[in-house]
């Protein structure tokens, strides 16, 4: 099995799967890329935090576009709600260079470099079977060819997973993570904090929420994003059973929102979330799935089919990109594709799932056994903050 001028089926045109078919253009395969939904994913994602470190690489590599927006930010500042103070208490300063993207902006820039004649919007692959002549795949019930390796680039619920990783479940971690955005004039009038344009995160008995800025994707201005890691009503996601997307918000869940951020959040941060309008919110169950292969015969893993991470990881986007500069290497380095993919599933399997573990422990310190974060001294915060990092390694290690 050659590697150069083979056909290969990537399943999902996301991150991973834009990502993934420029990887395996590049080592000279044919690419065909189904991705399900029929319209552009332009509106799916909100902002993305990038791990700086990280960031100079992947554009060297050229899978981000250095025209891109985005911003830089060297420091995350930790609040919580104080007596006398609109904008809250700065509780302590945790180092975390990072870059702010728009989700929309990183994936239009993969977007196009994958050549439209082998992008296929608005195709459900069905079904997923090897044979002796290679990966047979049925796309909305209808054979769709023979194609040397499949590459499952399709999200948490991966139908290419089982495949690989039979025993791989997706747990439900417990709590949620509310989302917005917005255009970050609406309301520019109000009374201000500068606090506005750093990356700033407000603890909480239960939770915590993250503020930051992003460019944003149509107007070249600037959005106000928020996301609020905490409880979610059972009413709205029994047993955390599926996202709950924007448009799909219900009045009562968002007014349980509102009474969540009124007791918690200092003023200026619950006003941010408030100005967000009903149809900008959206809600996602914390999952985690830890994978036993990132590849089996000729199917692999990519993104978040593979390992899954919770967000606090800020990890999973740029993953997603990790896997198809592994998948890349890998093709260069080895003639064949048996080669290559046991390289490939070396290369990732240890990263993937260290990330799980990651956003498991953050995802314990932050919001299951978070602190009393109104008695926290500075001294306090800086133990917590060690318990949170010491012996974890994540990307956004300052240098
Ligand atoms: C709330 C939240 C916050 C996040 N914050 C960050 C962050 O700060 N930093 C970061 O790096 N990452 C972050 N992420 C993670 C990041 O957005 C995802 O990890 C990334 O989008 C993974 O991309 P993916 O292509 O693997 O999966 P997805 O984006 O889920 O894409 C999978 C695609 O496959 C398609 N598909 C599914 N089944 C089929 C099928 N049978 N046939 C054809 N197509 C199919 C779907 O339509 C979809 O387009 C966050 C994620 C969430 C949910």
Redesign the pocket.
């Known amino acids: 099995m050659r590697i150069r001028g083979s056909r290969v089926a990537v399943?999902?045109?996301?991150?991973?799967?834009c990502a993934t078919a420029v990887a395996l253009a590049r080592a000279g395969c044919e690419v065909t890329v189904?991705?399900?939904?029929p319209g552009g994913?332009r509106d799916?994602?909100a902002?993305?935090?990038?791990p700086a470190p990280l960031h100079g690489e992947l554009l060297d590599a050229g899978y981000l576009d250095p025209g891109m927006p985005v911003l830089r930010r060297p420091e995350l500042i930790w609040l919580t709600r104080a007596e006398r103070s609109a904008e809250g208490r700065v509780v302590g300063r945790q180092p975390y260079p990072a870059i702010m993207a728009s989700?929309a902006l990183v994936w239009r820039g993969l977007r196009e470099r994958v050549p439209d004649r082998d992008y296929h919007a608005g195709?459900?692959?069905?079904d997923v079977r090897e044979g002796d002549d290679g990966v047979e795949l049925r796309v909305d019930g209808r054979p769709a060819g023979t194609f040397a390796v499949v590459v499952g680039?399709?999200?948490?619920?991966?139908?290419v997973r089982p495949a690989v990783a039979p025993e791989a479940a997706v747990e439900y971690g417990g709590y949620g993570?509310w989302?917005g955005d917005y255009p970050a004039d609406r309301g520019a009038g109000d009374a201000r904090s500068p606090l506005l344009d750093d990356f700033v995160a407000v603890g909480f008995r239960g939770g915590h929420a993250v503020f930051y800025r992003i460019p944003d994707a149509g107007s070249g201005g600037f959005r106000q994003n928020w996301?609020l890691y905490g409880g979610v009503p059972f009413e709205l996601s029994p047993d955390g059973a599926a996202?709950v997307p924007r448009g799909q918000v219900t009045e009562a869940a968002a007014d349980c929102l509102d009474e969540l951020v009124t007791r918690e959040l200092p003023p200026v941060w619950a006003d941010v979330v408030r100005r967000t309008e009903r149809r900008e919110l959206s809600v996602?169950p914390m999952y985690d799935t830890t994978v036993s292969r990132y590849a089996r015969g000729r199917l692999l893993l990519?993104?978040?089919?593979g390992a899954i991470a919770r967000?606090h990881t800020?990890?999973?986007?740029?993953?997603?990109i990790q896997d198809a500069c592994a998948l890349e290497l890998a093709c260069r380095e080895h003639g064949t594709w048996t080669e290559a993919l046991a390289a490939f599933d070396t290369a990732r399997r240890g990263a993937g799932n260290a990330l799980t573990q990651l956003g498991k422990h953050l995802g314990r310190m932050r919001v299951e056994e978070s602190p009393d974060w109104s008695a926290l001294t500075p001294a306090d915060f800086e133990s917590w903050l060690h318990a949170n990092t010491h012996g974890w390694q994540s990307a956004y290690d300052p240098s």
Request: aromatic share 6%.
């Open positions: 399943v999902g045109g996301s991150i991973a799967g189904f991705e399900r939904s994913l799916r994602g902002g993305i935090t990038l989700w195709a459900t692959v069905t680039a399709d999200g948490y619920r991966s139908t993570l989302r996301a996202p996602n990519a993104g978040d089919a967000p800020g990890a999973g986007a740029v993953k997603a």
